[in-house]
């Protein structure tokens, strides 16, 4: 049984930044492919970011491409999601999840399919 605990969340301001981190324990962290995904109020999950098991492939919604980077460092069992310029639509509670490691782990990811454990979230809350 694999526990996830995403801390790092809190407000900012607008075109500001945030790391989120991830903290995994209970398992073998590098078995699994991680992923951040967030639920903004009334809205669905919706998927973020996801990286594989060595670090060495990310992909990203096209929502946060080239503001947001999500790396893992396997030696300390924690993935991180880096996010800058924040916009008030990025306002959501971010959630880490892991799934093992596939060929398709990542894709699958995308729809949200699959995913073995989720954390409980963290808030991030963006201001105008």
């Known amino acids: 049984q694999v526990q996830l605990v995403e801390s790092g969340g809190g407000l900012v301001q607008a075109g500001g930044s945030l790391r989120l981190s991830c903290a995994a324990s209970g398992g073998t962290f590098s078995r699994y492919a991680m992923g951040w995904f967030r639920q903004a109020p009334g809205k669905e999950r919706e998927f973020v970011a996801a990286?594989?098991?060595?670090?060495?492939?990310?992909h990203y919604a096209d929502s946060v491409k080239g503001r947001f980077t999500i790396s893992r460092d396997n030696a300390k069992n924690t993935a991180y999601l880096q996010m800058n310029s924040l916009k008030p639509g990025d306002t959501a509670v971010y959630y880490c999840a892991a799934k093992v490691y596939t060929a398709q782990a990542m894709a699958v990811m995308t729809y949200l399919i699959g995913i073995d454990y989720w954390g409980k979230g963290t808030l991030v809350t963006v201001s105008s």
């Open positions: 990286i594989s098991w060595s670090g060495g492939s990310t």
